[in-house]
């Protein structure tokens, strides 16, 4: 999860030029103006689920045309790969993973065909699309977060909660206990798109490392007391914040959990103490 700047790309004229031999979206449906609207009502509702299709009107043959084009992914659309690629290739500012390999549609193409080619619906992503799909809002206040309109995605929003007995390894995300907005747009979020065996397995890894791999972590092991390995894992927590340029990345919710626990700060130092 981070945010970012929007891409700033020219949409209508990526469309414009769809409209050339062979592709007869612009030429037969003549689609530009109606689509234009429906881009300008996405800002205005800075890309709120709920709201983005209320205003807009394009007919069912229309949008049969667009999503006759998103198979036609290549061509004008390359320039789409700028997205996927260099907008976040570090960290996906959708699930706060590692990688960005694909590039995912907020609102999702089945359902507004179209947002297909817009390039504020168009995100970098890891594979946690492919767990969202559909599922990109619920009730009134449960939708999921935009990397391009949502500032909350700047707050700590999540954080590891340890199940207990803590040597059972069962490590899971959940929403940063002192969060004071969009609590319930932000659990949705995490339902649909992070929560999953996946970033389990990721913490429980790095969670073993902070003892198995100690001078990685500490700068003396053998002087360390308590309260110097706590200072030391809040230092690393604010490197990574700073590194991934998000306190949303998986690193970061690890040992943000970590912080707010004390017996798992008593369990880390007692393995350390045994090594
Ligand atoms: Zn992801």
Known sequence: MKKLEAPNFDDLDILRDMSG???PLYRRWNLIESIRGAYGNYDVQRGNGHQIGAAV???DSAKFAILSCVKNWSGPLGVFE???FNLSPDVCPMCGSFSTTSIDHVIPKELYP???FYSKNLVP???CNSKKL???IGSPNERVLHPYFDEVLRKRLIVSSFGRPLDSMTISVVVAPDLDELQSEVIFHIDKL???ERIAGYFSCEFKKIWTL???YFNNVQTLTFDIMKVELERKLHRLDEEYGTKNNWKSALYSGILLDEEVLRYIFNKLQNI
């Open 82 to 84: 700028d997205i996927r």
């Open 57 to 59: 009107s394009i007919t």
């Open 134 to 136: 559909l599922n990109f």
């Open 114 to 116: 179209e947002f297909s």
């Open 194 to 196: 992070i929560k999953n």
């Open 125 to 127: 992503a890891c594979s």
């Open 214 to 216: 100690p001078d990685h």
């Open 21 to 23: 031999e062979g592709n």
